[in-house]
């Protein structure tokens, strides 16, 4: 392939298609066509960022189409599976937002197409591969600056925007709770800083402290090999905070540790991606907003070569698994 990369949306009803569509754009794609269902609270940002590409008729205006080879979603949640499995079985590689899938079944069918089509289906795990601070982050890991990582907390609080919130975020089997939505990205976090390949999940928690239904916080514990993961997500992020989110994230390791304030540092250093290191030789802020985010570039390598760069396929179906797996373990 030599052709630009051809980029066709169905579904935009979480803004991270927002990032997702000009993070593939800045890495040489075209943004060929969109379509999603009504009139979602995204739709007059979508098309202010992306003004002249084409709104369609129907999903399979883009996915039958010949000359599309990526297909993008945020399309609800519960929706993804089956747009990416359709998108798959029509020769499409398929880039969703998460969580990917929310069904057992769903992920069998997702597997199982992967497996007969040879198609790439990747999930934007937005928390490392949109934030420059875990670029670094894995760089450091990478050199040996912390040693061999044996604990992390993950913390992922959100704000809540109650009012703004479309009705099938607060449904279950649309949104799929807590652990198995945000909860995905501390899952990938985690295998990513430790190396590993799987987890098992030790304890999962989730509590609806608002109303009756929707959770509002919850807890996941993982292991794998010597090292422990702690992570907390909630929808509690208070108003004043300038941000979505005060998102971090501390590695331990047998010879120093790192912290990542992700998005903001309250009350201190302006900015984002801040990474403090402390080691035997070093104790450092350093402000990491330059350090890039390869994960986008390295899909259209994939998707150009059919290889397996921005993460391996086998690596998307764990964190999945994992996220399910937690889910049902707070549901119990």
């Not at 169905?10 to 269902?37: K, S």
């Not at 798959?88 to 398929?94: F, L, N, P, S």
């Not at 990747?122 to 600056?145: K, Q, Y």
């Not at 979505?244 to 390791?253: E, I, K, M, P």
């Amino acid at each position: 392939m030599t052709d630009p990369i051809r980029i066709g949306i169905v579904g935009i009803d979480h803004r991270h298609i927002y990032t997702m569509t000009q993070h593939m754009l800045d890495a040489g794609c075209v943004l060929a066509g969109w379509f999603t269902e009504g009139e979602p609270g995204t739709l007059d940002g979508f098309v202010e960022r992306f003004p002249d590409a084409p709104r369609v008729a129907a999903a399979e205006d883009l996915i039958d189409a010949p000359d599309i080879d990526l297909i993008l979603t945020a399309a609800v949640p519960s929706d993804r599976a089956a747009i990416s499995v359709r998108a798959m079985r029509a020769g499409k590689d398929v880039l969703s937002d998460k969580p990917g899938v929310l069904t057992r079944d769903d992920l069998a069918t997702l597997r199982t197409t992967v497996a007969e089509t040879g198609r790439i289906w990747a999930v934007d795990f937005s928390e490392r591969f949109e934030v420059p601070a875990m670029t670094r982050a894995l760089e450091l890991i990478a050199a040996g600056e912390i040693g061999e990582v044996i604990g992390t907390v993950g913390l992922g609080p959100h704000r809540l925007n109650a009012a703004t919130r479309p009705d099938w975020f607060w449904d279950r089997t649309r949104n799929g709770g807590i652990l198995a939505d945000i909860g995905s990205h501390q899952i990938d976090q985690f295998l990513a800083v430790t190396g590993e390949d799987s987890a098992e999940v030790i304890l999962a928690h989730a509590a609806c402290h608002r109303q009756n239904g929707f959770q509002d916080f919850g807890e996941i514990v993982l292991q794998a090999g010597k090292a422990r993961g702690f992570v907390r997500l909630d929808w509690y992020t208070p108003d004043a905070l300038p941000n979505w989110g005060d998102g971090r994230l501390f590695v331990t390791g047998t010879k120093g540790t790192l912290e990542l304030r992700k998005y903001v540092d309250p009350g201190g250093v302006p900015g984002t991606d801040h990474v403090i290191l402390v080691n035997g030789e070093v104790c450092r802020m350093e402000q990491a907003s330059e350090a890039g985010l390869p994960f986008f570039a390295a899909l259209a390598h994939d998707i150009r070569h059919r290889t397996e760069t921005a993460m391996p396929q086998e690596r998307v179906f764990t964190v999945c698994d994992l996220a399910l797996t937690a889910q049902e373990l707070a549901e119990c």
